[in-house]
């Protein structure tokens, strides 16, 4: 283990014995428009006490020019993640002037430089333990503590932090803001941004509170923000959450900015929430986007309560902040915002991931064993997202909601400002449910794995046998034609056959409401009636139940490919609600690309254009729904070229009615008509010039790595892996565009390669960048011997390597299970 990973051990054992009083930290990044400077000073004060003379600070940076211990400097003892520290008495005060670095990876304190007008811009990312990138801190957790920030930064930029300014005195170039100091908090959820951010302000108030609320983005993103939509939805947030929740929003102002080349959808930074800029859209966007954007405003909000208020002590119960925001963002859009059907997409889409995660063989429980940094990175997943919030959506209706918030409450009020742990927050729900949750930990939090639940010969037949309480819908044809629930049962089960007694229906619907975590099966008389009459169902939230079903059914190897095919070319085109839209959509695609052989592959690679190209042309104009179908036909036109003059004359202006070629969607096209050898380097220059910007740059080297030929191929593999100076998303472009077209002709030359290259560029690279390289090269081969070999000689690499690995080998067996048996 590098001293750059921190275990479960070590931390306890530190915060055991040190608890930290007080942090003030200085940055001085009055250079970082200077694009040659590679770091900034940085200088941290910390005070503590010590029941031991022997401790270390963490400090990823470039240097540690000095260390000072109780008012005497001392030898510098630093390894290039920690700082030794010895001599301490009871009550100390350190302090350490260092360099940190500026990233370009998205880690600790990311510098972008805009294309459009020059400035730069500046913003920190530290979950899960990023902070010791910008200052010297005891990086976990459970060691909270308010902090005092300090900022010079070039004069007229905006300057942000949790708090807000305190003092802020001009010195001719450049500004010193000092902040207020923060409430305890972890180190993961301190923030920092600075630049010339384009802000929008409001305020929120609720009785005798009054919060200041902020929208800040991009100068050169400024027409595309629509603060005033934000900022509805953060408000009917607030009232929620004040509501349900009886606790005063506590961290005194609710900033929201959007950044550039985001490696998350969005962090709970308290008073300062970080989002990708993705949230920025800069033409239409569907209904299923706003939505989603929503979604995310409202989980990172609940994170001000579950996580920020009250944190895990380790990543173990990492849980305890994500499940819960997870749906409770699902819960308040349901019920706050217009996005009434938000549980549509969480059934669909959420828990599409969570199926997926928990049937890989390195899945884990909901409250997982996470033994070091390295595995907590990994472990922002399908699990403690999407499976937690499915199953805290069952422990609400198996206690009661009002009995679940009271719980809740008292939580929060007994621990805040605290770290806690899993029995902690069973006290506080047993309390007030009267149920001993005990078992139901143990059999929802601490297990692995997914049920699947079948409905034959009066019963339902459950694998990996848990309890649940379901209801079984049965749903008829009415005197329109619509299939429409006539009757609902609801009833426990816990063992593999629980008998049934039914009437019949022409469609029997296990798990109706979506009320349990588990995949169901549609029994072969409702199967018949569903691929005949699936657009006849009017309830979305069934239909997105029926959908998930017949997707995993797909990816079981249970429902021929072919056949999930042809339900979505025949029932997509009718489908009103734009999450199932895009989900379908989405998963036709992947469909075709992975689980089917070559030979029929190909006949559905040039079928679904055409499906794709003629709806796009009837869809209403200017609706989601075209919008969506002009995406799908971009997306399989990068594997299909026969419609490459049409697309040519769509971007020259021969577009449907009502369809806006925005600059996504201009590229997305481009793109396409690259993979498919249509477009010239020439060509691509083109739309660069109308989109010089940071997403066109980001467009164009995609599309550049999409060409199909050798040396492209080969030039785009050189930078993937030897370019350091690659950003994020730069890197993630070249990547995807390497993989464009799915010409494994063109790419499987670099099989050995990429086995051969994992543990340097593991141990070189950040985890985050290595992350994309290992993900998102991993060879897509007709065999896994290649793996088997790799995997078998290396089994002392590293755990979150091995992970990875291992997860991308069981896709590609699950891939090769689904085609031989087509």
């Known amino acids: 283990m590098t001293t750059a990973n921190l275990s479960r051990s070590e931390t306890a054992a530190r915060s055991a014995a040190v608890t930290v009083g007080d942090y003030r930290v200085e940055l001085d990044l009055s250079g970082a428009p200077d694009q040659r400077r590679a770091g900034f000073p940085t200088t941290t004060t910390v005070e503590f006490t010590a029941a031991t003379d022997r401790t270390w600070l963490d400090f990823l940076g470039l240097s540690v020019e000095s260390v000072t211990v109780n008012g005497v400097e001392v030898e510098v003892d630093y390894d290039g993640a920690r700082i030794g520290l010895s001599g301490l008495a009871a009550s100390n005060v350190v302090v350490v002037r260092g360099t940190g670095a500026y990233s370009r990876s998205g880690e600790g304190l990311h510098r972008f430089l805009d294309p459009v007008d020059g400035a730069t811009y500046l913003y920190t990312q530290y979950e899960p333990a990023d902070a010791r990138r910008v200052f010297a801190c005891f990086e976990q957790p459970d060691m909270k503590a308010p902090f005092t920030f300090t900022v010079t930064a070039p004069a007229g930029w905006e300057v942000l932090s949790n708090r807000p300014a305190a003092v802020t005195e001009a010195d001719g170039a450049n500004q010193r803001v000092e902040f207020s100091p923060t409430l305890p908090i972890s180190t ?56 349900q929740f009886d606790y005063p929003y506590p961290w005194g102002k609710y900033d929201q900015i959007f950044v550039p080349e985001y490696n998350l959808g969005a962090m709970e930074n308290p008073g ?15 209904a299923a986007q706003y939505e989603g954007r929503a979604n995310t405003i409202l989980h990172e909000m609940a994170h001000m309560w579950f996580g920020d208020l009250v944190t895990m002590v380790w990543w173990d119960d990492l849980w305890l902040k994500e499940s819960f925001a997870d749906y409770m963002g699902a819960l308040a859009s349901a019920e706050a915002t217009e996005w009434t059907d938000a549980w549509v997409a969480f059934a669909n889409r959420r828990k599409a991931w969570a199926y997926l995660q928990d049937q890989l063989p390195t899945t884990h429980p909901i409250v997982a064993d996470i033994t070091d940094l390295e595995a907590a990175k990994l472990n922002f997943d399908g699990i403690t997202y999407a499976k937690g919030a499915s199953v805290l959506k069952q422990l609400v209706a198996y206690v009661g909601r009002a009995e679940f918030f009271t719980g809740v409450r008292r939580y929060f009020r007994a621990h805040a400002f605290g770290n806690t742990t899993l029995a902690d927050l069973l006290t506080e729900l047993s309390a007030d449910s009267g149920r001993d949750l005990a078992d139901w930990a143990r059999a929802w939090l601490q297990t692995t794995g997914v049920s699947t639940l079948t409905l034959t010969d009066g019963e339902i037949v459950q694998t990996d046998p848990r309890p649940h309480r379901l209801a079984v819908g049965l749903y008829d044809f009415d005197s329109a034609g619509d299939l429409v629930l006539r009757e609902r049962t609801e009833l426990d089960i816990a063992d593999e056959r629980t008998p049934v007694t039914l009437a019949p229906a022409a469609l029997r619907l296990l798990n109706d409401g979506d009320l349990t975590y588990a995949k169901v099966r549609l029994d072969p008389d409702s199967l018949a009636t569903v691929e005949t009459s699936l657009d006849r169902v009017t309830d979305p939230l069934a239909r997105g139940l029926i959908w998930s079903a017949l997707w995993n059914a797909v990816r079981d190897g249970e429902l021929a490919a072919d056949r999930y095919l042809r339900m979505a070319r025949a029932f997509a085109p009718a489908e009103t609600n734009m999450a199932l839209l895009t989900a379908v959509l989405a998963n036709a695609a992947f469909t075709i690309g992975h689980y089917l052989p070559a030979p029929a592959r190909d006949t559905w690679r040039a079928d679904w254009l055409e499906s794709c190209w003629t709806t796009l042309h009837s869809a209403e104009p200017g609706s989601g729904a075209q919008l969506a179908w002009a995406r799908a036909s971009a997306a399989a036109a990068s594997v299909d070229g026969h419609r490459a003059d049409d697309i040519r004359a769509l971007l020259a202006g021969k577009t449907p009615a009502g369809l806006a070629l925005d600059p ?28 010089d910007t940071a997403s066109g740059r980001t467009a164009h080297l995609r599309a550049l790595a999409a060409r199909p030929q050798p040396q492209v191929k080969a030039e785009a593999w050189d930078a993937a892996l030897g370019d350091t100076t690659l950003s994020n998303d730069h890197l993630d472009a070249i990547i995807d565009g390497f993989r464009a077209g799915g010409r494994r002709d063109l790419i499987e ?54 992970r990875l690995v291992i997860e991308q080998r069981d896709h590609l067996a699950r891939d090769l299970r689904v085609r031989a048996r087509i």
Not at 195 to 201: C, L, M
Not at 666 to 688: E, F, Q, V, Y
Not at 758 to 764: P, S
Request: aromatic share 12%; glycine share 4%.
């Open 272 to 286: 300062l929430v970080t989002f990708t800029e993705a949230y920025v859209f800069r033409g239409a966007a569907t």
């Open 749 to 802: 030359r670099y099989d050995d390669a990429y086995f051969a290259a994992l543990r340097a560029v593991w141990e070189q690279r950040s985890i985050e960048i290595a992350r994309r390289i290992v993900v998102g090269l991993f060879p897509a081969a007709n065999t896994l011997d290649a793996v088997d070999r790799w995997l078998a000689a290396n089994p002392e690499a590293p755990r979150a390597l091995l």
């Open 188 to 243: 993961y959820i301190t923030v920092i941004a600075a630049g010339p951010y384009h802000r929008v302000e409001s305020v929120w108030a609720r009785g005798e509170l009054t919060i200041p609320l902020g929208v800040y983005c991009r100068a050169s993103l400024a027409r595309y923000l629509d603060a005033d939509t934000v900022l509805e939805v953060t408000k009917q947030g607030l009232d929620f959450f004040a509501e």
């Open 664 to 691: 996504d969607l201009r590229w997305s096209l481009w793109t396409a008509l690259a993979a498919t050898g249509h477009a010239s380097a020439a060509d691509l220059a083109a739309p660069l010039e109308h989109d």
